[in-house]
């Protein structure tokens, strides 16, 4: 059974920073590209950022230049590191891994329950 577990997330004040992390499990990991998105109420879930299996990175045009997604492959787990936060990253926070080692196309298999974090301003 594949089990993607997010972690990190709350309350921080606007500018601040956050750290996420999701451990997988059920999954060979090293082979698969892995993800984190976003979605607030009424809005379609986007991309945050993704990383591929040779660890080649991808970002969503809200979280360029202060997000940083890495993955440790050896643990099974991902992280996005979230600095300078603004109110509008206000979001729930999925992580997602794909059964192909990349996905730039946004086809992700496997989904996490969720992590809230919210900015105050």
């Known amino acids: 059974q594949v089990q993607l577990v997010e972690s990190g997330g709350g309350l921080v004040q606007s500018g601040g920073s956050l750290r996420l992390s999701c451990a997988a499990s059920g999954i060979p990991f090293v082979l698969n590209a892995i993800a984190w998105y976003r979605q607030t109420p009424g809005k379609e879930r986007e991309l945050v950022a993704a990383i591929d299996s040779a660890g080649s990175e991808k970002y969503g045009d809200s979280a360029k230049g202060r997000f940083t997604i890495s993955r440790d492959n050896a643990k099974k787990m991902t992280f996005l590191q979230m600095n300078s936060l603004k109110h509008e990253d206000k979001a729930v926070y999925y992580c997602?891994?794909?059964?192909?080692?990349?996905?730039?196309?946004?086809?992700?298999?496997?989904w996490g329950k969720g992590n809230q974090v919210t900015v105050s301003s």
């Open positions: 997602a891994a794909a059964k192909v080692p990349r996905s730039w196309e946004g086809e992700y298999d496997y």
